[in-house]
């Protein structure tokens, strides 16, 4: 029997069966129903790592339940659907999707004995494919490799196609993830998909970060380490700016600080979401240098950053107004969720919170993603790779 003729059609599924096949099919078989289809062209699939020993059968099961022509993904510490956030637990989440308007050509890149540039590979695969209205999923392992790096060169050989996905997590006991396509598993490489068609794109970055305190700018660095800021000792300056703030800030900083960087040095002014958000990751008292988690340089703005749940729900909330109003005319058809493990319950203090929230601004919206290391967006038309952020793409199919 052929596949059913569909014009558009897409579902989400979840299961949280220990066992991988039993959990594959029903999560597939959730993911088909909720779209009326019997099969599906493409499947969307993250796993915890609970299911390591058996990532074969799981897969095998999940594309023959579908009939699926493709099926990718990778591993993360939770996972998510529009029915909620699963954390702590084994749980698998699909999204089906069979469509006349989508184009999706999935890739799987490994390093070899004889070629670690994974970039070139990728584009090898999807290059002569992109055009204009494209997307690029990357779902990288960042822990044997560098997603800034990456996310840089696929740009390069890209020209204008957004990139966006999350870094692969798994045990939080473990460096080691996966990465997926049909029945080949990476622990060492980059999952994604090229995807093209008749939609228009929404993308919302959600920090979690407010700005305090006031900019400056890097007046001395070398490599990720900050060695003046507005031409006095770093660490003085960051003390200085946390002196003048009032004692309810200073409470909630305590161990929530962290390093804004600027994204777009021809903006005027520079507000909330204007700036990367990096780790800080050491000081010396000595020298008054302070170390971040990115490569700095002098010129650069400056600014001490808060995250905590407030911060975090009020960034979201102001990423979904925007959502919400930019796909007014279009509603999104459905959309993928790369959610920081940084965030959920451990920021929250509750389960299911950005999910609810996506669900209350954008209504019945299938939506599947996964907790991950790291997540790539751009922001003003740079691809960057992000930290502690809920990146979500949104994908409006034509009327």
Not at 321 to 331: F, G, I, S
Request: with cysteine.
């Amino acid at each position: 029997m052929g596949r059913r003729t569909v014009i558009d059609s897409v579902g989400v599924g979840y299961s949280i069966v220990p066992e991988a096949e039993a959990a594959g099919y029903a999560a597939v078989r959730m993911a088909l129903d909720a779209a009326g289809l019997s099969q599906a062209e493409h499947l969307f699939l993250f796993a915890t790592t609970h299911y390591g020993s058996a990532w074969p059968a799981l897969l095998a099961t999940a594309q023959q339940t579908a009939g699926a022509r493709s099926l990718v993904g990778c591993s993360g510490m939770g996972v998510l659907t529009s029915a909620g956030e699963i954390e702590g637990g084994p749980a698998v989440a699909v999204m089906a999707l069979d469509s006349d308007s989508v184009r999706v050509v999935p890739y799987l890149a490994r390093p070899t004995e004889t070629d670690n540039d994974l970039s070139r590979s990728i584009l090898r695969e999807v290059g002569g494919r992109a055009q204009e209205g494209s997307l690029l999923m990357a779902l990288p392992d960042v822990f044997n490799l560098r997603p800034a790096q990456l996310v840089q060169q696929l740009s390069a050989g890209l020209a204008d196609v957004p990139i966006v996905g999350g870094a692969a997590s798994g045990e939080a006991s473990s460096p080691q993830t996966f990465q997926w396509l049909n029945n080949q598993v990476s622990s060492r490489g980059v999952a994604g998909a090229l995807v093209w068609g008749d939609f228009s794109l929404a993308i919302g970055v959600a920090q979690g970060c407010t700005p305090i305190g006031q900019p400056s700018i890097i007046t001395k660095a070398q490599a990720n380490v900050i060695m003046e800021i507005a031409g006095r000792p770093a660490l003085q300056a960051i003390r200085e700016t946390l002196e003048t703030l009032p004692a309810e800030e200073v409470e909630r900083a305590k161990g929530s600080l962290f390093a804004g960087l600027v994204i777009d040095e021809k903006q005027d002014l520079h507000g909330r979401g204007d700036f990367l958000i990096r780790n800080i990751a050491g000081v010396d008292p000595k020298s008054g240098a302070v170390a971040v988690g990115e490569i700095v340089r002098p010129g650069q703005t400056f600014q001490l950053h808060l995250r905590d749940g407030r911060s975090a729900r009020e960034d979201m909330e102001m990423t979904l107004v925007k959502l919400a109003e930019v796909t007014r005319d279009n509603p999104p058809s459905f959309g993928l969720y790369f959610n920081c493990l940084g965030r959920g319950k451990g920021l929250y203090g509750e389960l299911n919170h950005d999910v609810e929230a996506i669900n209350q601004a954008l209504g019945d919206v299938p939506i599947v993603g996964f907790f991950g290391n790291a997540e790539l967006a751009p922001v003003r038309g740079r691809n960057l790779v992000h930290n502690y952020t809920g990146v979500l793409v949104l994908f409006c199919l034509e009327q």
